[in-house]
């Protein structure tokens, strides 16, 4: 049982889904809920290639996880480091095929985020602010997957995709600030190790800044009613108050990031469905 519950912590299901719901988000954004076959093959594919990634993840940074989260799976002798690896890579095959049955566009994105996924640790990871960067358009780019998964009018994703990305790269900061002592010690160089803790997190709110500037646009270019607007307004509290948070708390700064934009995504759902309805 230790070794299975191993590998659904490999998965982090928990994060897996909610890129799974983040893809459903962009597809009913774009296109409604007229393509449920295609909407489904690709937050399915979604979910597997998130659980891959985080395994590979895993898989590569067990000597900083053995510092920073000793819990994790394969520190705590849970799951082997070749398993972990091998694990990893069929979900990404498993994902990778049924990507096939979507369009062109789709399939193209896939392939993209398969390779930053896989990349991300060994080469993005420990330059300052290239991996934070990597997570926030991997993180936009789900809602572009879903909305060329079902052929839709991706305008609006792209405000969503700005939004999304500008939250996570804030968040991923903040994260790199509160597992500074393990990066430092693998010899990691984060964007906190780089230009200090301070600094890293005036960089964190600045892009906060940016996502919450964006974010009104749907309603001033009459995409979005006033219901979107109204949906947005918690979104905004949390994403500035998470903003906040980070320099004196950075584990609940991050949480009330990561809240605060999928409050933003879920706005753009009620966007979308008043004007459907």
Known sequence: ???????????????????????????????????????????TATVLATGAGNAINDYFDREIDAINQPDRPIPRGAVGARAALGYSLVLFGVASGITLLLPPLAIAIAVADLAALIAYTKLFKGLP??????VGLLTGSTFVYGGSAVGGDLSTIGVLFGLAASATVAREIVKDVEDIAGDREEGLNTLPIAIGERRALVA????VVVAVVASP????????????LIALVPAVGLLLGGAYRSFDDPTRGQTLLKVGMFAAAVAFVLGRATVVL
């Open 1 to 43: 049982m230790g070794t299975v519950r191993g590998y659904v912590e490999l998965l982090r299901p928990g994060n897996a889904i909610a890129a799974g719901v983040l893809t459903f988000i962009g597809a009913f954004v774009a296109g409604g809920l007229d393509s449920a076959a295609p909407m489904a093959i690709a937050i």
């Open 129 to 134: 602010g290239v991996g934070n960067l990597v």
């Open 204 to 207: 964190a709110a600045l892009f």
């Open 217 to 228: 646009l749907p309603y001033v270019l009459r995409t979005f009613g006033v219901g979107y």
